[in-house]
């Protein structure tokens, strides 16, 4: 098993950076492939990014490429996103989530596939 508590969420203006982090507790860390999801008020959850086991691979959503950044430390558990540039359209609810074994560049952005889930931090993101 795998537990995931989510930080670094909060309040900033347009432009602004904000990072955030997930800690994983539990075994096998370094086995799971890593996501970022974000639901706004009124919309579906969506992918954001995505890293493969080593940190090799990265995944972005086209609305994010160029102002965020995904990457993990497995000595410490721990899977990152750092948001620059930050719009009030990137105003939301982020999720990290987990999968276990290896996944195909298409299967990142698919939420239904993850394991295990943070419990969500706001991002706000004020004109």
């Known amino acids: 098993q795998v537990q995931l508590v989510q930080s670094g969420g909060g309040l900033v203006q347009t432009g602004g950076s904000l990072r955030l982090a997930c800690v994983a507790s539990?075994?096998?860390?370094?086995?799971?492939?890593l996501g970022w999801f974000r639901q706004a008020e009124g919309n579906e959850r969506e992918f954001v990014a995505g890293?493969?086991?080593?940190?090799?691979?990265?995944y972005y959503s086209d609305s994010v490429k160029g102002r965020f950044a995904i990457s993990r430390d497995n000595e410490k558990n721990t899977v990152y996103l750092q948001m620059s540039q930050l719009k009030p359209e990137d105003t939301a609810v982020y999720y990290c989530?987990?999968?276990?074994?290896?996944?195909?560049?298409?299967?990142?952005?698919?939420?239904?596939?993850?394991?295990?889930w943070g419990q969500g931090t706001q991002v706000t993101v004020s004109s």
């Open positions: 989530a987990a999968h276990l074994g290896l996944l195909g560049s298409r299967y990142y952005s698919r939420d239904d596939i993850y394991d295990y």
């Open positions: 539990g075994r096998t860390f370094s086995s799971h492939e």
């Open positions: 890293i493969s086991w080593n940190g090799e691979n990265t």
